[in-house]
């Protein structure tokens, strides 16, 4: 199993860097692969922040790169509903995590906003 960082993945989604696009779409599309939450949420943090590239456009992309048979994350399901709120409420990705989690897990928060989404599950 291989863990990959941001820059892997960010090269492989925007293919800006045809040398590094190519080495990286080798690896994430031949080898076992695990991406880390923390890698995902700063990828998140990278193509919305850096690039301007839409929550929709973010969420469709990685979801599509994380659901490859040789990919593994912490839990797939979990993403998955990662993404739909990251979508569809006002919170970044990594308060969309905790959401998500919260349907398995007790979330403490003070954060008005999470507390409304978790309420909401």
């Known amino acids: ?8 993945i960010v090269r492989y989604l925007l293919n800006d ?3 590094m696009a190519n080495i990286a779409e080798n ?3 031949s080898k076992d692969v695990y991406i880390a939450n923390e890698v995902i949420a ?8 850096v690039y301007k590239i839409s929550k929709i456009d973010i969420s ?4 599509q790169l994380v659901c490859f048979d ?12 990662t ?6 409420e006002n919170l970044d990705f990594v308060d969309s995590l905790l959401c998500a989690y919260s349907t398995i897990d007790d979330i403490a928060t003070f954060d008005k906003k999470l507390n409304k989404c978790i309420q909401g599950r």
């Open 1 to 8: 199993m291989t863990r990959v960082d941001t820059n892997y």
């Open 42 to 49: 700063e990828v998140v943090y990278v193509l919305h922040g």
């Open 70 to 81: 040789n990919i593994s994350v912490s839990n797939l399901q979990i993403i998955k509903q």
């Open 17 to 19: 860097d045809k040398k």
């Open 60 to 63: 469709n992309r990685l979801l």
């Open 27 to 29: 690896l994430l599309t």
């Open 83 to 88: 993404f739909k709120i990251y979508q569809t």
